[in-house]
């Protein structure tokens, strides 16, 4: 019966990971909702709306006041693009408006996935 048990324990913990990520990244957010809203059709505020960010070309979001390095970087974003340009804002886009890094590369993954799901169109 102990093997059993421990199948079961290894089964409820790779089940709960993706809400660990989920709860991981959503609070790593926290900090990016000062600037950034994620709904479909929100608002603009300091930073750009974030919904539909994977798949689209950096400084394209309609009535926000992006910088020229931006607009002109040529980054489509996706997973590993995003997770560069957070570790490290002004050394991926040199001139960037973007102020905020995220130095922790646990931290970042998980905001990066959380992202993925939380923006989707």
Known sequence: MKPMCGFVAVLAITLAAPAVAQDAGAQAFGMCKACHTI???????????????????????AGFNYS???KTSG???????????LASPAKKVPGTKMPISVSDPAKRAALVAYLKTATVK
Do not use: C, H, Y
């Not at 479909?40 to 689209?56: A, C, D, E, Q, T």
């Not at 980054?75 to 340009?85: Q, S, Y």
């Open 75 to 85: 980054i489509v974003w996706d997973e590993k693009t995003l997770a560069d340009f």
């Open 39 to 61: 709904d479909k059709g929100g608002r603009n505020g300091v930073g750009p709306n974030l919904s539909g960010l994977f798949g689209r070309k950096a400084g394209s979001v």
């Open 68 to 70: 020229s390095a931006m």
